[in-house]
């Protein structure tokens, strides 16, 4: 976190010792007689919100109280009072907010996981208009190099994307990320977004056989990836039927299998495939019974029960899950 | 391991000014009435809120009032903001003083923020998140005075944030995540709305959340944090899911992140800690029903007594 602006290395002056502020009577924080979240304060801090203070009483609407705003901002950017007035006073000076954002920009890259620095960010781009969208997503990329799954980030991204445009390249960006690190939730969300709304795009329908096709790829090259298991379930969202009837997901879930003979996420699919009506093939049955072999499973159960008694035993942590799978799978499931 | 050192971590909120010159400490200025909420919900559900002092709280907590629009900011002299009219809410609520509330004001207030589309903004910025939604239903609730605003389109909101895993995010198309999850929950368990929910599937997501360290994280691939003991338990709870967890492993790993020679909690093993996740520890371990912790409504996230004596002695 930084403790004031990074071309700082002079020494700072106090604000008491300089001419420009000679006018001005600081207000103490009134913390009460016994804080209950007491704070001991460093003194550059104390005075520099000291100064803001009065500023912000009297309701100064001036270059130096703007100057002001940055000092404080770069001690503490979580202030948000302090954001108010300074968007206050950028609107009263009718500021550059091209310069602006230039600011904005840099504190951001120290500060990447603070709400009011997004939500400055939002402001900015909403004034600047559909002019702004290239340099948004142009900024969040640079975020995203430093980390990834920023939620922040994301939510500008999204509402980047939807108020002021710039869909043309984000499936490609989405790939990109993915190929970065494909353990990256964030970018698996991101391309369900696009895919549902981009309106370059078809449509979830449209896009639904590609899609399945690079999600498989991807499951196979690493079984124990959460995320794209819960994509490709997205993918067949509100289309039951097509889910248990189209071959390609239980086979996927069969090669998976050959490779790693206990991955939950491929005996859980297979599961809630069995459970919604899936007719089994042989060799799908087939599977199923060397596992209760394996598992030394003893009597007589149906395919799906089986699966969630093997799921008990390869994940013990939710085994009390497993275990209502198994007493609430509906009748007349294989 | 071990024990819940409870009286220590009673000893390290209330004698949190004590504590070193800290830029960690200086930051928060701003947010003191959450961390009012914090520290003093922790010593309620400790059974210690003897340990301060009333009318000198609820003297500052008015302060934080904004008289023009009834909102209340994080500390005196801040502008007012839904975070902070809600922790004060609650902390009045604790100390059964709602009394000094001028009712209508407050919640004039807060109903003044929502939008067309049912969302709900921080404050007059506009800045929306399924967070102010929560906050709103939650306060407004506490009040008494869910009719000021259009619930319907509240809920319809809350439900375009759904996501094919069946967990929420912060707007519609947003990344699941444990935080939003709990406050769409939420929102959807006050109105009486909790229908929306699939319980199954979220119920799994949230239930993944739990990492082998026995720690719950708040989306997938994250590490465990203890603040997520409380989001996803808490949602876990609300939708009748929470024997899903191992809550013995849980348990453990909540008490591991304890400081046992200074008190307080730490968000993993061997951290610095702080008032929030101290909070957040104490208030899981309630949820898990941990001997000597007062029981904590999952919704409100105010003991029990409190949502009973507020809702149920008339």
Known sequence: MSTSSDEDDVERIPLCSRPEWSDVQPLPQDDGPNPVVSIAYRDEFRETMDYFRAIYAADERSCRALELTTEAIGMNPGNYTVWHFRRLVLESLNANLHEERDFVDRITFQNSKNYQIWHHRRWLAEKLGTEAANRELEFTKQVFALDAKNYHTWSHRQWVLESLGGWENELEFCCELLEDDVFNNSAWNQRYFVITRSPLLGGLQAMRDSEVCYTSKIILADPHNESPWRYLRGLYKGEIQMLISDNKVPELCLKVLEINKSNLFALSLLLDLLSRGHQPSDELRAVIGALRSSQDIAGTHGLAATLCLVLETVDPMRSSYWAWRRTNLPTGVC | ?314
């Not at chain 2, 220590?8 to 701003?30: M, P, R, T, W």
């Open chain 2, 1 to 314: 391991m071990g024990e819940l050192e409870g009286k220590k971590h009673v000893q390290y909120i209330v004698s949190v000014e004590k504590k070193k010159d800290s830029f960690e400490a200086l930051v928060i200025e701003h947010l003191r009435l959450n961390g009012a909420y914090w520290g003093l919900t922790t010593l309620d559900l400790l059974n210690e809120i003897e340990a301060v002092k009333p009318d000198e709280i609820v003297q500052w907590i008015m302060q934080c009032q904004d008289i023009g629009s009834g909102g209340f900011g994080g500390n005196v002299g801040h502008d007012p903001h839904l975070l902070y009219t809600l922790s004060a809410v609650q902390v009045l609520a604790l100390l059964n003083r709602l009394d000094v509330l001028d009712i209508d004001k407050v919640s004039d207030y807060v109903a003044g923020l929502q939008n067309e589309d049912g969302s709900f903004s921080g404050d007059m910025w506009g800045e929306v998140d399924t967070r102010f939604s929560y906050i709103a239903i939650c306060c407004l609730s506490l009040l008494g005075q869910l009719s000021k605003i259009n619930v319907e389109s509240t809920v319809n909101y809350i439900v375009s944030c759904k996501n094919l895993d069946g967990g929420f995010g912060s707007i519609p198309g947003g990344e699941s995540h444990a935080g939003q999850i709990f406050c769409c929950v939420g929102t959807l368990a006050i109105t009486g709305s909790l229908h929306h929910v699939d319980r199954d599937l979220l119920g799994w997501w949230l239930c993944e959340r739990q990492c082998k360290d026995g720690g719950l994280n708040g989306r997938p691939e994250k590490l465990a944090d203890v603040c997520y003991s409380w989001w996803v338990l808490s949602s876990l709870v609300m939708i009748d899911r929470v024997h899903w967890i191992d809550k013995e492993k849980l348990t453990r790993f909540i008490l591991n992140c304890q400081d046992k020679e200074n008190g307080g909690i730490s968000d993993r093993p061997d951290n610095a800690v702080d008032v929030y996740h101290t909070y957040f520890g104490v208030a899981g371990l309630s949820l898990l029903e941990y001997p000597g912790i007062k029981s904590i409504d999952p919704a409100y996230a105010l003991p029990v007594d409190v949502v009973n004596r507020i809702f149920f002695s008339k």
